[in-house]
């Protein structure tokens, strides 16, 4: 059962920007194009007198680290130099670069990387509950699946098998950090449907990040910026996005360098503690 490739990786080229040395475009390049998911983060350019500033606003209630690099006409002087990385508090915008171009420079194009988490995450060893409201739930892939749990965002992830519409459940408290939410289908044509994956991330006090996904068109309960408790229901199981059959797709994943990882994670169940290796 397909889940969660690497097609489907929250870092996102947020922005592309084309700056010209005499005026900034009108229209918001960060804005994504109907029927993509929506951007962690976008890219904000501002003349600052001889200069220019170019900032990074998180559009997610958890931080995320960014990258911005750039191709076309180099500009004369930049402090620091592109590309430049740097943490975004959730909410929050943060100055990445102050840029001088030439004159007569050609144009210069920004583009803007974005990655959920903080690499100062420290996760604890917690006793996940299922977070599923079917305690009899089958798991169809569990860590390091040979069908698709190969690569590190989804090395140590557990797909469980259910019908559509299975109530899901916070699997541990924590700040709803992103939803995305609205989209229909599933399919295996990686281009097409990996992106499009319905999904809820909750942030935990160890910075630590609790990613269902594959979720029901509509199927998202909680908002972003809400604390929720471990076992509050939170949406409804569905097959959106890179998927064969329904399912819920569950991992905890950290931020490693502007890389996201699963991690390996311990889960409750009826009879004690989950066997994850199927």
């Known amino acids: 059962m397909p889940s969660l490739p690497h097609a489907l990786r929250p870092l996102l080229a947020a922005s592309l ?3 010209l040395p005499s005026a900034l475009p009108a229209a918001d ?3 994504p194009a109907a029927g993509s998911p929506p951007a962690l983060a976008s890219l904000r350019v501002e003349p600052n007198g001889s200069e220019y500033l170019v900032w990074a606003d998180n559009h997610l209630a958890g931080p995320i680290e960014v990258r911005v690099s750039a191709t076309g006409s180099p500009p004369a002087w930049s402090q620091p130099p592109l590309p430049a990385r740097a ?3 959730a909410g929050g915008s943060t100055l990445l670069a102050h840029l001088r171009m030439p004159p007569g420079s050609g144009l210069l194009t920004l583009r803007l990387e974005a990655t959920p988490g903080s690499s100062n995450a420290r996760p604890r060893d917690v006793i996940y509950r299922l977070p599923l409201a079917d305690p009899h739930a089958r798991i169809d892939q569990g860590f390091e699946g040979d069908f698709s749990h190969q690569d590190p965002e989804n090395r140590y992830a557990i797909d469980f098998a259910t019908p559509e519409g299975t109530p899901v459940l916070a699997a541990r408290g924590g700040v709803v950090m992103q939803v995305q939410d609205g989209f229909r289908g599933h399919g295996l044509d990686p281009h097409r ?3 499009r994956a319905n999904l809820i991330r909750i942030l935990h006090d160890d ?3 609790g990613l269902y996904a594959h979720l029901a068109n509509g199927g998202a309960w909680v908002r972003v910026g809400q604390r929720v408790d471990a076992g509050q229901p939170i949406g409804l199981s ?3 996005g890179y998927s064969t059959a329904p399912h819920l797709h569950f991992a905890v994943q950290v931020n490693r360098g502007m890389q996201l990882l699963s991690i390996p994670f ?7 503690i989950l066997d994850t290796s199927r």
């Not at 311990?266 to 004690?272: E, I, S, Y």
């Open 238 to 240: 569905g097959n959106t």
């Open 207 to 209: 910075g630590s990040m």
């Open 87 to 89: 943490s975004v508090a």
């Open 266 to 272: 311990r889960l409750t169940a009826p009879d004690g």
């Open 29 to 31: 390049p960060a804005a």
């Open 17 to 19: 920007l084309a700056l």
């Open 193 to 195: 449907d990996a992106s």
